[in-house]
């Protein structure tokens, strides 16, 4: 008699029970105006004319203050000293552009906070990633930079202090997409910092059509790993957890158990560099071992503009895929439960719609909450200031995706230059919706409409032997014969980090029962939980 897995099981109660739900079309509506949110990205120049200024910046949900409300924070270039860019400004603004904090206030309205903050900064800026790196029940905040990165302590006042210097955080070079993790789940986070090139702005020896140098141009260089020593200090362990022997080209980075050992691992999408897999030995050191993996390379073979990696339960098979925007045919890698990952891009009809864009920020969450997780992505020119349309994929489970950008609203007509892109749901109704930072131009709050969408549950995490946080915990949610799993991570997709709390759609069902591995190997069980909730889960 033929035997069906738990995973094949699952997938196909799935496939019967989310098909049973159908919810209106996905939608979003732009509410950038009405929100308050006013954000321009700067790259500093009069036009592009360097890989530093191409290569956008993107933001990051959390809460700052603890009103259980998503705060946004924003990234930016600026005008930097002269030689930097080969079409400076020819006046400068009486404002230098700087990073953005907005205070969520509720009813949809934002406020600016920046300079009360502390949060401007005073380089030119890519990404950022919040966590409660000291345990204090505060999230705080990395920025990284061209030249450094900076971490910003949350004091609880609705200010931040820099305490780079004072963490050991020395980072030199230019640091890109970063995410926290805790490698080796001593309740700490630690920080894995991704650095792009050996930017030279002196260098100018390219073909004319080229425009400017590309990646290529530029020698590539080492991600660094900080070990957080539970004293608010890290030390340098790249060298220590075999990190440093690899040199790459660093767009975006995630960390996740893909493999289910209980312990995170790394993925770094490289430019025009073959990616990184960071499998974690559970002993303080990596392996790299994306090319058995099967996720080192593009659809034939290449090197391709790797962006924004996203690990995701694709079918609710109990497994991480991996989703990965990139400059061609992006890839959906399927995972399952043995290496290498399976590409199914083609299969699942994304290949097809997407080889006319370059595609930057991307989000994988259920944005009609049937039980099966959506893909967004964000489009701009690669080298040039080429706007684009955006795209949505309905999940339509049994690993097949639709285009559903037609249908998602007057946004999906609106051409941009997109870059990084933030996921959370920021007014709490149970929907997540999304940033958009634009290279060289206004951003977009984009504020999910979709009617008839089905019930949820959004679940909070509180360690108390593992890091406050909870970042590497996996929570199960089974709801109306369906099971799904999600990690808690702290940086995704390109140069951003999503909500802090999981996001579960439960489509028709109204209870759920709810079971949470934390990193410290604790497990606990909440049966009978109702819909339509963020339920906080405290680590026993």
Not at 94 to 112: E, I, S, W
Not at 178 to 186: E, I
Not at 300 to 328: I, Q, R, Y
């Amino acid at each position: 008699m033929k035997t069906i897995s738990r995973a094949g099981l699952a997938a196909g109660l799935c496939l019967f029970a989310c098909a049973a739900f159908a919810a209106d079309p996905i939608r979003f509506e732009d509410a950038t105006a009405q929100s308050g949110i006013q954000f321009t990205h700067s790259f500093g120049a009069e036009k592009l004319g360097s890989l530093l200024e191409s290569t956008g910046a993107g933001c990051v949900w959390f809460d700052y203050n603890n009103d259980g409300k998503p705060d946004l924070f924003v990234t930016s270039g600026r005008p930097l000293e002269k030689g930097m860019h080969p079409y400076p400004l020819r006046k400068a603004p009486a404002v230098p552009p700087h990073n953005h904090l907005y205070r969520n206030d509720g009813n949809g309205k934002f406020t600016d906070v920046t300079e009360q903050a502390g949060l401007t900064g005073g380089g030119f800026s890519f990404a950022a990633i919040a966590a409660d790196y000291d345990n204090d029940g505060l999230t705080d905040l990395l920025v990284t930079s061209y030249g450094h990165v900076t971490l910003y302590r949350n004091k609880g006042d609705g200010t931040f202090e820099d305490v780079t210097a004072k963490a050991g955080l020395d980072v030199k070079g230019w640091a890109l997409g970063s995410a926290w993790l805790d490698y080796d789940r001593d309740g700490c986070v630690d920080l894995f910092i991704g650095r792009y090139v050996k930017f030279d702005p002196t260098y100018r020896s390219y073909y004319a059509a080229d425009n400017y140098p590309g990646p290529l141009d530029y020698e590539g260089d080492t991600n660094l790993l900080f070990h957080n020593t539970c004293k608010g200090t890290f030390v340098d362990v790249s060298e220590k957890s075999g990190i440093s022997k690899f040199k790459g080209r660093t767009m975006g980075v995630t960390a996740a158990d893909f493999d289910g050992d209980g312990f995170p691992d790394i993925y770094v999408a490289n430019d025009k560099t073959e990616n990184f897999l960071f499998h974690n030995k559970r002993d303080g050191t990596f392996e790299e071992i994306a090319t058995e993996a099967g996720a080192a390379f593009g659809q034939n073979g290449e090197n391709t503009s790797a962006m924004g990696p996203v690990f995701f339960d694709m079918a609710n098979s109990g497994h991480m895929d991996l989703w990965v925007t990139d400059s061609k045919y992006n890839r959906l890698l399927k995972n399952t439960g043995k290496l290498p990952f399976e590409d199914v891009t083609q299969q699942a009809g994304i290949s097809q719609q997407q080889a006319q864009y370059t595609s930057w920020g991307t989000g994988v969450h259920d944005f009609d909450n049937d039980g099966l997780k959506d893909i967004f992505i964000f489009h701009g020119g690669l080298i040039h200031m080429i706007p684009q349309e955006h795209s949505l994929f309905k999940n339509l489970g049994g690993g097949k995706f639709q285009d559903v950008s037609t249908t998602g609203g007057p946004f999906f007509q609106v051409k941009s230059v997109g870059r990084g892109a933030c996921f959370a749901d920021y007014d709490n109704d149970g929907k997540i919706d999304a940033y958009l930072v634009n290279l060289g131009g206004p951003g977009y709050l984009l504020h999910n409409t979709t009617a008839g969408a089905g019930h949820w549950l959004m679940v909070r995490l509180v360690g108390t032997k593992s890091n406050r946080d909870g970042i590497g915990a996996v929570v199960q949610v089974e709801a109306g014969g369906v099971r799904q799993k999600s990690q808690r991570v702290a940086g995704s997709g390109y140069l951003g980090q999503d909500d802090w709390r999981l996001h579960f759609g439960l489509g028709a069902a109204t209870k759920a029962r709810v079971s949470v591995t934390w990193p410290s190997g604790k497990q606990q069980v909440k049966e009978n939980v109702s819909a339509d909730q963020i339920l906080v889960v405290t680590e026993p």
